[in-house]
């Protein structure tokens, strides 16, 4: 049974590692063509502009999904790829005003809640990432992140975190092992010396 259950830590803890190469690849791929690392899906960034106030302050974090444009409503807060040059195609964080299909997609009028005018260039297929689930400052973990490389910096120093606790779990319980086969042993020897100053005869196979 240990032998099992060192077999599967390890087998996990090589998964962990496996999935933490992966993580770095996609993510520094991902930055270099300034675009969002999308895992299982769902992608996080941290919002640098007071575009969105008061809804989304400046630091917060935002985790948005993958979803068609189709599913997209007004009201809806989206993350897209800007086209202005001054930003040079980062990503915007702004909220859906207007829907419209024409020429077979779909286009989405958007504005931040703190800007005074719509934004100049509307949403397409071409340009969307994705439509935020969930948001906040996350006890002021975003402003630790300040764009992917500290997003990645997290990433990784949590994986090896991980693999660093499991295999201190492993050492563990692989001394706490030995100390209880000890115990036994030594119960043992304890209990034969006393058995043989009776006068008991214990025959070991």
Known sequence: MKKVFKTLGSVLT???FFLCIVVIVKSTVAAKQNRPAFF?????????????EP????????????VDISEVQEGDIIVFRSLDPKLRGGAVTHRVIRTKYEYGDYSLTTKGDNNDSEDWDPVTSGNFYGKVVTYGSFFGLG???KNGRGI????VITGF???????VKSIY????ANKEEE????MKEELLKELEEEGIDIKND
Do not use: W
Not at 44 to 51: A, C, G, H, L
Not at 183 to 186: A, G, Q
């Open 55 to 66: 809804t989304i302050m400046v630091g917060d974090i935002i985790i948005y999904k993958q």
């Open 152 to 155: 990645l910096f997290i990433l």
């Open 173 to 176: 319980l692989h001394i706490k």
């Open 40 to 52: 299982f899906g769902y992608a996080i960034s941290t919002v640098v502009t007071e575009s969105m």
């Open 183 to 186: 115990l036994k042993n030594k």
């Open 143 to 145: 402003k630790l992140i």
């Open 161 to 167: 975190l991980v693999l660093a606790l499991m295999e």
């Open 14 to 16: 090589a998964i962990l």
